[in-house]
């Protein structure tokens, strides 16, 4: 009766929603899916942090209106975060815009900085929400391809210069969804050089900033010198803390682009719940052993996929960060036949590369957010098919 705008029509469709509703179906009919498709969080938010929650949640002041753009503790905390963690100086003040989750903050901000037309460039493969913030700003996407040949990072030499001087906007991801690869600082060097030469804004989403394998730390955009000049980065309490569904995270760098944020969150929120916020600051600030226990959890489980995997003979490349395995799929196979072979024959989700952008056929990527014993059982099931010969 009421359809939906023009605007709304052209965001992209959700490509996993035919997928997620077949799984539901492999389950209602009793098998037992193991799901290494999803991106959710397997394990609980650290007590301390829910403890400061549930105090928080009793203060009446946390029950009116936070004041716009959220406390300013949070802010000085974020920005504590960052001086420990990476050695980088942030003015709490000018340089800091709390989200609702990293979700919202790289949703808006091609609304924020971007006229009707203008050209944003995005990895491929890709976190499909960035399409949506394209959509939404009625921009003009163009893709960077992220191949294996050169780490998953995208190769700038093939960006033409008519695409460069219109590019206002580049989003990048280390570590990446769905790659697992890292960057190092030479390249974030070579993008704030790229994005100086061509005034392009760089928003660096560093939603696993906390999972680096081998003893590697992932290093966050902010730490190459000029960074802030040049963009910002968005960090999520998501995935460090275990905190998906607090929706808090927050933009950090450029003062211009952060108060862009601030102006279009004006209009479409106040803040987060006061006790989130308490609560996301003692995350923040307090005791890291939870962070470092996780890492070593996700590595156990990524060690256990790749080895036994390996051991069929399937030569697959072991991620450097985030909590997803990218499997390059056997010869023969599309992303898609290959992720409904898994499921129809040994009941395991996984998500096809396809739908993370035209560069990620050829791929399907596992999540390590099932148990050691899910994901041995995993491989058994693998083992048993006869997916190298089609
Ligand atoms: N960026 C990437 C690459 C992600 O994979 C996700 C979540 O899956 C997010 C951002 C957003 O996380 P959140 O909105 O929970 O902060």
Not at 188 to 211: K, Q, S
Not at 289 to 300: A, G, I, K, S, T
Request: aromatic fraction near 10%; charge should be negative.
């Amino acid at each position: 009766q009421f359809p939906p705008s023009e605007l709304l029509n052209s965001l992209p469709k959700q490509f996993f929603a035919g997928l997620v509703k077949k799984v539901g179906e492999y389950i209602a009919a009793g098998h037992d899916v193991i799901n290494l498709g999803q991106g959710n969080p397997d394990q609980p938010t650290p007590p301390h942090i829910v403890a400061k929650l549930q105090e928080a949640a009793a203060n009446p002041l946390n029950h009116k209106y936070s004041p716009f753009q959220g406390f300013s503790y949070l802010k000085q905390a974020a920005a504590d975060f960052y001086q420990r963690e990476y050695g980088v100086t942030i003015d709490p003040d000018k340089e800091v815009a709390i989200l609702f989750g990293g979700k919202a903050g790289l949703v808006e901000i091609p609304q924020c900085l971007l006229n009707s037309g203008d050209t944003i460039l995005v990895p491929d493969p890709g976190y499909p929400d960035y399409w949506s913030g394209v959509a939404l700003a009625k921009a003009e996407m163009v893709t960077m391809p992220l191949r294996e040949e050169n780490g998953f990072l995208p190769d700038y030499q093939e960006l033409d210069s008519t695409v460069l001087s219109k590019a206002k906007l580049m989003f990048l991801n280390y570590p990446n969804n769905p790659t697992g690869a890292t960057a190092s600082e030479e390249f974030f060097v070579e993008t704030i050089n790229l994005a100086r030469e061509n005034d392009i804004c760089i928003v660096h989403d560093f939603a696993y900033g906390a999972i680096g394998f081998d003893g590697v730390k992932p290093i966050s955009f902010l730490q190459a010198d000029g960074a802030k000049e040049v963009g910002i980065e968005i960090y999520t309490l998501s995935k460090t803390y275990n905190m998906a569904g607090w929706r808090v995270g927050f933009a950090v760098g450029n003062e211009s682009v952060i108060s862009a944020i601030e102006l279009l969150q004006d209009h479409l929120y106040v803040s987060l719940f006061g006790a989130v916020q308490e609560a996301a600051a003692v995350a923040l600030t307090g005791p890291q052993d939870c962070v470092n226990e996780l890492n070593e959890l996700y590595e156990r489980r990524r060690n256990v996929l790749i080895t036994g995997l390996h051991s069929l003979g399937w030569n697959v490349t072991a991620p450097k960060g985030s909590f997803f395995a990218w499997l390059k799929v056997p010869e023969g196979y599309s992303s898609e036949e290959f992720s409904t072979i898994l499921l129809e024959k040994a009941h395991i989700m996984v998500a096809p590369g396809i739908g993370f952008g035209e560069f990620g056929e050829g791929y399907v990527r596992v999540g390590l957010l099932s148990s050691e014993d899910r994901l041995a059982e995993a491989v058994r099931r693998i083992s048993r098919l006869e997916i190298f010969e089609k």
